[in-house]
């Protein structure tokens, strides 16, 4: 069975951090790029990171850029997202997403699976 977890939220403070991952089973990890998506209360779920098979290519959207680091281990089938400087307007239900992209990724591509969420809290 195909399975993508995205695990590691929690409540948090204003400026503290947290790293989720994003573990996959049942196919072939090193073959997909992943991405990284979030949803807040209220709002549409947005693309906010991707990473490449190799890890060569890796993209934040602009207002996570700095604070967030994607990173990946196709040894143990995980994605990162180390998450610092975390802000109220973080919080949201964080997914991963697999993408059939051999080069690069995209946060704006096809997602063929769905990682359950993980709820990341920020607040005092």
């Known amino acids: 069975e195909v399975q993508l977890q995205a695990s590691g939220g929690g409540l948090v403070q204003p400026g503290g951090s947290l790293t989720l991952s994003c573990v996959g089973s049942?196919?072939?990890?090193?073959?997909?790029?992943i991405a990284w998506f979030r949803q807040a209360p209220g709002k549409e779920r947005e693309g906010i990171s991707c990473?490449?098979?190799?890890?060569?290519?890796?993209y934040y959207v602009d207002h996570v850029k700095g604070r967030f680091t994607v990173s990946r281990d196709n040894a143990k089938n995980t994605v990162y997202l180390q998450m610092n400087s975390l802000k109220s307007e973080d919080t949201a239900v964080y997914f991963c997403g697999t993408e059939n992209m051999i080069l690069g990724c995209s946060i704006n591509g096809r997602i063929e699976t769905w990682g359950q969420g993980t709820l990341v809290t920020v607040s005092s």
């Open positions: 049942g196919f072939s990890f090193d073959d997909y790029a």
């Open positions: 990473i490449s098979i190799s890890s060569g290519t890796k």
